[in-house]
């Protein structure tokens, strides 16, 4: 097999023990790598019911066929397991040389089950796995373990840790490496850490297996050369995402106090421009010559490497103008391991509910010190901070008194850095995003925006479908990063080539499509499995706020979602999908897409339509 190792390494942490695998190309064509490959494995091999934190459950880090051939934006993995936030299918991607040294080592998917009886670190060479005592790195901050563990090994390897978030199994803690990369937002650093995995080591010196590795070369040389010609190219070098913080308040969309409002008086404060003044490099994920992340001196003196959604989560949505300080909560973030997004929401809905006296702690908006003790609160479970650490749907839950509307979420994964107040396009994607309310599936908000904010009309719905089909399915499970394409229009022909010179044959883009489609509908599945007959349609729907409280300040005062046309819009959305009026898939859907299998199971939980 080209492209492909067509090995995965089955990790078990109760024995200590790792045996390579081999897989059949049928495993490859069907789902491709990375989210394709976590969600066959997990469907495959997963009890429905399964406690999350139980040893069972899988802990997957997988690739693609192009991740480690040196190509644009290739340099990067999923990470995937049943998340304890959710308790449905979650992954993650990361932008790290770990997944270049892992598919170096040999291996398309690393998948870990069981848990250590004390803390170790796995470290991969190639074909031999060591399980090393972690006693002396458990504690530490992701980036005191990953500066620790560089020390000791190549110099060439690839590292992912947790921090304490993980450890003490907050539920929205992340996986980190490189300073600053974490992917895995639904609790996929927790569900390594009930492991006892402190960090992963990956060091490989094989050849991958290239059909024509002269194209691949060439091709490799020539997408980088491509990508810097584009337009928007030098710009996106001086500000990566943070120009979108300016976008989001001209167009009302900017989370403000707990996305109450979608403008924020102090946006210019903590925008793309005023980073720039204080901004002192780049850095971003291995083999990406785009390199987004902007590095900056925060107000505790230290380098933190900034987004838009870490920004604005961390910034207007808990009304905090200052940027230093804002980058300094999120470095903090990423070295205890937490997601900053879900910090962000959980720090506005704990102010919120503060300030409306649903809980007796005092927690006051833009508060930077108070703040910064807070998050260490939730990622050492203390004090209040243990409640916020379950997220922001338990934490609505237990704390009650009408708590509920102000937490923002679907499916238990807080929402990221989009107000959809008035953007039903974007509200659907969020609602029907594969891991609960995520932007990276179908980032539609741009697109709606030029279309018309408050239209419902039918185009939305496609719009939706198309890009979590692309963005969702293809990307995520190529393990490629969307923004080459989606910011500076590199065009999708690349891909095909790249394919080709790697697996040496012709996937053209419908043929990713399908894939693509199998892939969504399966982690569908997997959902339904787990919440079986308590499945229901209110769970793709967007946070009640958006319905019942208008904005009240900026150009689209006034602006809320309509119910009754949100509601018209999802139906609609099944009926394309293939799935009944639940959202669950038809039988006949399933077996278009060669899933007839799934279907026969899923059947033995919920009834399923013809
Ligand atoms: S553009 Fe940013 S996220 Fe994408 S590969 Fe490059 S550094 Fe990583």
Request: proline share 4%.
């Amino acid at each position: 097999m080209f492209g492909w190792t067509g090995v995965f390494l089955n990790v078990d942490l109760n024995r200590n023990k790792a045996v390579a695998e081999s897989y059949d190309h049928s495993m490859a064509l069907n789902f491709i790598g990375g989210r394709g490959f976590a969600a066959k494995i997990l469907w495959d091999s997963l009890m429905p019911g399964l406690d999350p934190f139980s040893p069972e459950n899988k802990l997957i880090f997988a690739a693609g066929p192009l991740t480690g051939f040196g190509l644009p934006n290739s340099g990067k993995l999923v990470v995937a397991a049943k998340s304890p936030l959710t308790g449905g299918y979650g992954d993650g991607n990361i932008g790290t040389w770990a997944a270049v040294q892992m598919r170096k080592a040999g291996y398309d998917a690393v998948i870990i089950e069981g848990k250590a009886e004390t803390p170790v670190v796995l470290h991969i060479k190639n074909d031999v796995a060591e399980f090393i005592d972690a006693k002396d790195f458990w504690g530490l901050t992701s980036f005191e373990t990953e500066a620790q563990l560089k020390a000791i090994y190549e110099r060439t390897a690839g590292i992912v840790s947790i921090g304490p978030a993980g450890e003490n199994l907050v539920k929205f803690a992340t996986v980190v490496s490189q300073e600053g990369r974490a992917g895995g937002r639904p609790g996929m650093g927790a569900v390594m850490g009930s492991k006892n995995l402190k960090a992963m080591v990956f060091d490989g010196n094989n050849e991958i297996p290239a059909a024509y590795p002269k194209d691949m070369k060439e091709l490799s040389a020539a997408g980088y050369r491509e990508v810097m010609t584009k337009p928007n190219y030098a710009f996106w070098k001086r500000q990566g995402t943070m120009s979108t913080v300016e976008w989001s308040q001209e167009n009302s969309a900017l989370p403000t106090f707990n996305f109450r409002e979608g403008v924020f008086d102090k946006a210019d404060k903590i925008g793309g421009f005023a980073m720039e003044k204080i901004k002192v490099g780049n850095r971003g994920c291995p083999q990406c010559n785009m390199t987004c992340g902007n590095v900056v001196k925060d107000s505790d003196r230290k380098e933190a490497e900034i987004d838009y959604e870490n920004i604005v989560m961390l910034g207007s949505n808990i009304g905090l103008g200052n940027l230093k300080q804002v980058a300094a909560l999120n470095r903090v973030a990423d070295e205890l391991g937490l997601d900053t997004i879900s910090l962000g929401n959980v720090l506005g809905f704990a102010m919120e509910t503060s300030q409306n006296r649903r809980i007796p702690e005092e927690i006051q908006w833009g508060k930077f010190k108070e703040t910064k003790a807070l998050i260490n609160d939730i990622a050492y479970r203390q004090g209040f901070g243990d409640v916020l650490a379950e997220g922001v749907q338990a934490a609505a839950a237990k704390i009650g008194h009408g708590s509920a509307d102000w937490a923002m979420h679907v499916k238990g994964l807080e929402i990221s850095a989009y107000d959809c107040h008035a953007a039903p396009a974007m509200a659907l994607s969020y609602a029907t995003s594969s891991i609960g309310a995520h932007h990276k599936d179908a980032w539609v908000i741009s697109w709606e925006v030029q279309f018309g904010r408050e239209s419902y009309a039918e185009e939305k719905i496609n719009k939706v479908i198309e890009m979590q089909r692309l963005r969702g399915g293809v990307f995520e499970s190529l393990t490629v990063c969307r923004f080459p394409y989606a910011e500076l229009g590199f065009e999708l022909e690349w891909y095909t080539k790249y394919l080709h010179a790697a697996t040496g044959r012709e996937l053209p883009f419908n043929t990713l499509i399908y894939a693509a489609d199998k892939i969504l509908n399966l982690i569908r599945a997997f959902w339904i499995r787990e919440y079986a007959n308590n499945w229901t349609r209110e769970m793709d729907s967007p946070p009640i706020r958006w319905f019942k409280e208008p904005l009240t300040e900026g150009p689209l005062k006034g602006s809320m979602l309509d119910p009754m046309k949100y509601n018209n819009m999802l139906k609609k959305y099944y009926k394309k999908r293939g799935w009944d009026a639940r959202g669950i898939p038809k039988k006949t859907t399933l077996k278009k897409l060669g899933l007839s299998d799934v279907a026969k199971q899923l059947g033995e939980y919920v009834k399923l339509t013809e």
